[in-house]
């Protein structure tokens, strides 16, 4: 059975917020970063997005700023599969998180989302409209009512 990716109603949903949307996108294919920042820059919404491309880096610029979202690769240089999950929870469970990996694992997507994840997002089968869908999603859960 083929894998596809798991996201919420997001298509309907609306991010409503006077600033800009704060992303972070850890994610170490350079190549599919630039894909996403267009896609996402596309949105029509005011986006400030941030990248970095091993889980440390992105732990430490998450200790010094805000994020609305994250976008996460489950395949860095220093973490790998659902470990990297656990490791973001444990310390930024309040940041909604969208895993958007390279693997169709069903295993590990049902794994993420026991733990709390909202949205994977298989890499190479995951629209432009459901990234920009599921990034609007989890934001909107994270925005103040």
């Known amino acids: 059975?083929?894998?596809k990716s798991i996201v919420g109603t997001a298509m309907n949903s609306e991010y409503d917020a006077t600033s800009s949307l704060k992303v972070l996108q850890i994610e170490d294919d350079f190549s599919y970063e630039r894909v996403v920042r267009r896609v996402l820059a596309h949105a029509?919404?005011?986006?400030?997005i941030e990248s970095r491309t091993c889980l440390q880096d992105g732990i430490e610029l998450m200790r010094e700023k805000q994020f609305d979202v994250v976008l996460l690769d489950l395949g860095l240089p220093d973490s790998f599969g659902i470990d990297t999950v656990k490791r973001m929870l444990e310390e930024f469970?309040?940041?909604p998180m969208i895993v958007v990996t390279?693997?169709?694992d069903e295993e590990i997507a049902r794994e993420a989302v026991e733990l709390g994840i909202r949205n994977y997002l298989v890499k190479g089968e995951a629209t432009g409209a459901e990234i920009i869908a599921a990034t609007l999603e989890d934001a909107s859960q994270s925005s103040p009512a």
């Not at 029509?44 to 400030?48: A, C, F, R, T």
Request: hydrophobic share 45%.
């Open 1 to 3: 059975m083929m894998f």
């Open 44 to 48: 029509g919404v005011d986006l400030e």
């Open 93 to 95: 469970s309040d940041v």
């Open 102 to 104: 390279g693997s169709e």
